[in-house]
């Protein structure tokens, strides 16, 4: 008895000292748990999401893939199947399974090791929200006193919601709603009951158990939820069949979005992050942009086409490598050696693996094999005719070898054709003028190729693209469009680099006297220096800062005349803004509001309006009134220097625009020194659109790629997808402006029945002595089709 009586007293002793070490170890990690406060605020990481100004997705930031859910929107079945896998007793417990933690404990302590845990949903919760996942006593008490305290806080429905929204599934997918993107790309309304079953039985282990990373196990996994949906009668039997026969269809599936912007979206993350830190990756942002997505379409589809035909007239420049073909054509290693190379949009890589007549076959890195015919070959004649000295290549083995790694791409339904990626570049940006918000704007052929965004980032030469600024700054000086300007040859002393220059117009030729509205339309280089000669470097400098040219960096020279200076296509667009809006410098902006996690607008943009009548009673009634952009030029200004440049559409080097059959289009184009930079600048009275191409190190385009040939397709391809819908515009005639009936030959006043005049316009005050206004005065511009295309045959000018 007395043996018994010290062994009961020796484990009772045992036991209030475990006692009292479980209640010393709970009252020191009670302070460590967080608060009521803290549990009721929790956050979870959402990622940064950037959208078109119409909602649709364009892109998605941060580490962790999450859809959070309300917990009203998930289907019944992934619930059962959850409960199923992870926690069945979840709506009976206080937030811990004590049957369950005491076998875990007898299996732990047989072991000797911690492996082994029975951690419920809710303790789970606790986990993944509060504290770490490190397989400790101390962090199991933890858990589960953390587990009592948030079933006291909060609703089961809360704690699942929870759960469902914060769980990792693999793949940097957390939560259902995100995995059943990833997987399935679906929704979870979506998702049927087999694969409900597969995402349920992923918290367990999300490596190991995935079906990207072992489909034997991952099926196990899925099965055995079944079978408890059965046990449990969340599923009959006939359901629990059909869905344990399911194949495994789970795929990786990218991030689905609906915009194609990468370069904007770039531009957004820089400024969310320099903004709000690199908390702006997971606190949940909503970033709404002044993007179009059916203009963004049309500007990826117009410069990538722009491009491929540049590369295309230049030639076929060979394979991008060549390897000896396995055995096997279908291959593991033949899957590797295409892996090396990008998809590119509708480009894909290929090898060559079979050639028969007038035709290739190829196995594509999208593991098919198609056949190029000889349509699709023929142009890369120019490139093997170069390098073989035999006849005139009719063969696909006179433009291809087996072997050869290629790119391909879809032409038509069926069709297959040879391509290449473009080594030129280029972009577009597109803009609203009347308050300079961003339509469009792609920045190269391919972002993830290269993510140096050219409308922002690149510092080229605007060539001619400068002109209508230089003779908007002739205008203010007292000229006219009808003054004439010699375009003789010139010899100009360049003290800045102690040289001799020549300068010369695109065509080689020399003509005498030129009215500026001619010169501007044929974009003659002698008659634009000669200008600036007159005018002055400072006064042309000056007024090339009103339009948002920094004058600090632009050359101090005559070149300024030809462009010479360097500014990003972005620059270009807002000056040519100026003249599509009224006269007015508007700002660009690319973000129109922001919203916190919440929904609560936090940031909203307040772009200054194109506009004289911002302050009138129509506006004052508004809550807010808007702010006005700051008038660059005077209305006269303006009207003159957008007739001029409709005229480079009418008649002119923009004439591929007549293409559109419209009226109401004004545009420049640009070509500078060896064909380095090509450009065209154009817009009406609701889109202005820049395009620049050009090499990133600068190289020469090829003679013959002005800004009319590698740039202007583009801007019409774009511009006639922008434009659909919009009516023509007229251009007012100010009232301080006149239209006099002149000679075309010596700029002077003719009678209105002189079959020779034609009309142009003058700015009161301006027009010629002997002028008599035409009687025939219209009250908006409009195209003089009796203007003649010669500058004239004269030899003496003004200067």
Known sequence: MKIFLRVAGFFLII???????????????????????????????????????????????????????NIDDVPETLIHALLAAEDDSFYSHPGVDFAGVIRAAIENFKSGQTEQGASTITMQVARNYFLTREKTYTRKIKEALLAFRLERILSKAQ????????????????????????????????ITLPESAMLAGLPKAPSR?????????????????????????????????????????????????????????????????????????WLGYKVYTTVVPELQHSANDALRAGLLDYSRRHGYRGPVASIDLPRDTVSEALNESLGEYPVSGELVPAVVVAIEGQSASVYTRKKEIVEIPWEGLAW?????????????????????????????????????????????????VSLDPNDGAILSLTGGFDFYLGKFNRIIQAERQPGSNIKPFIFSAALERGFTPASRVSGAPIVVDDRNRDAIWRPENYSGKFFGPTRLRMALTKSMNLVSVRVVRSMGLEHTRNHLARFGFDPDLLPNGLSLALGSGTVPPMTVARAYAVLANGGFLVEPYFIKWIEDPDGNIIEQAKPSLACDYCSTPAFEMQREQPLQARRAIPVDNRFLVTSMMRDVIQHGTGRRALKLGRGDLAGKTGTTNDFRDAWFSGFNDAVVTTVWVGFDDSRTLGRGEAGSRAALPIWVDYMDKALEGIPESPLPKPDNVVAIRISPDSGKAVPDDEPAGITEYFKLGTEPNTAKRSSRTPSSYSDSKTERTDPGTTTEGLF
């Open 15 to 69: 036991g209030l000292v475990g006692a009292l070490a479980v209640v010393g170890l709970v009252f020191t990690v009670l302070p460590d748990l967080p608060d009521a406060e803290e549990i009721r605020d929790v956050r979870l990481q959402v990622p940064l999401r950037v959208y078109a100004r119409n909602g649709e997705l364009i892109a998605e930031f941060g580490e962790q893939h999450r859809e959070p859910v």
């Open 159 to 190: 704690i699942l919601e929870l759960y469902l929204n914060k769980i990792f599934l693999g793949h940097r997918s957390y939560g259902f709603a995100a995995a059943a993107r990833l997987y399935y790309a679906k929704s979870l309304d979506e």
């Open 209 to 281: 158990d995935n079906p990207l990373r072992n489909e034997d196990r991952a099926l196990k996994r899925r099965n055995y939820v079944l079978s408890r949906m059965r046990r449990l009668d969340y599923i009959d039997e006939a359901n629990y069949a059909a869905a344990t026969k399911a194949p495994l269809t789970a795929e990786r599936h990218r991030i689905s979005t609906d915009v194609n912007a990468p370069y904007v979206a770039e531009m957004v993350r820089d400024y969310m992050v320099d903004q709000y830190g690199e908390e702006a990756y």
């Open 380 to 428: 890369a004649r120019r490139f093997a005719t170069a390098t073989s000295r035999g006849p005139k290549p009719q063969k696909a083995s006179d433009v291809v070898k087996t072997g050869d790694i290629v790119y391909v791409r879809p032409d038509g339904d069926s069709n297959w054709r040879l391509s290449q990626l473009p080594e030129v570049e280029g972009g577009l």
